[in-house]
């Protein structure tokens, strides 16, 4: 069974900076785009950043400036730097995997706290 593995969550004052990663073993990397969703209580889950293997990169205008998603294809890693953080960007952090070849499978992380407060 495929698993995502994320870590780099936890707690930052507004303003502050966080680094997310996620390793994918078991998928094929070099067919899947990549994403980080955010999930806030009370609230539907959302895409926040997705990164295809071309590299091509699509962020939610809200975090759009402060934060940027890349990957190393290499590690089967895919990161999610976030600067300028604030308050409203407290949420579970989820990664996401859509593998396309040779068959569309989806995936998912078990998900890390990101809390924003002083």
């Known amino acids: 069974q495929v698993q995502l593995v994320e870590s780099g969550g936890g707690l930052v004052q507004p303003g502050g900076s966080l680094r997310l990663s996620c390793v994918a073993p078991g998928i094929i990397y070099r067919f899947s785009t990549m994403g980080w969703y955010r999930q806030a209580p009370g609230n539907q889950r959302e895409l926040v950043a997705d990164?295809?293997?071309?590299?091509?990169?699509n962020y939610a205008d809200s975090v759009k400036g402060r934060f940027t998603i890349s990957r190393d294809n290499a590690k089967n890693t895919v990161y999610l730097q976030m600067n300028s953080l604030k308050p409203e960007d407290t949420a579970v952090f989820y990664c996401?995997?859509?593998?396309?070849?040779?068959?569309?499978?989806?995936?998912w992380g078990q998900g890390t706290q990101v809390t924003v407060s002083s």
């Open positions: 996401n995997a859509k593998q396309w070849f040779p068959s569309a499978q989806t995936y």
């Open positions: 990164i295809t293997s071309a590299g091509t990169t």
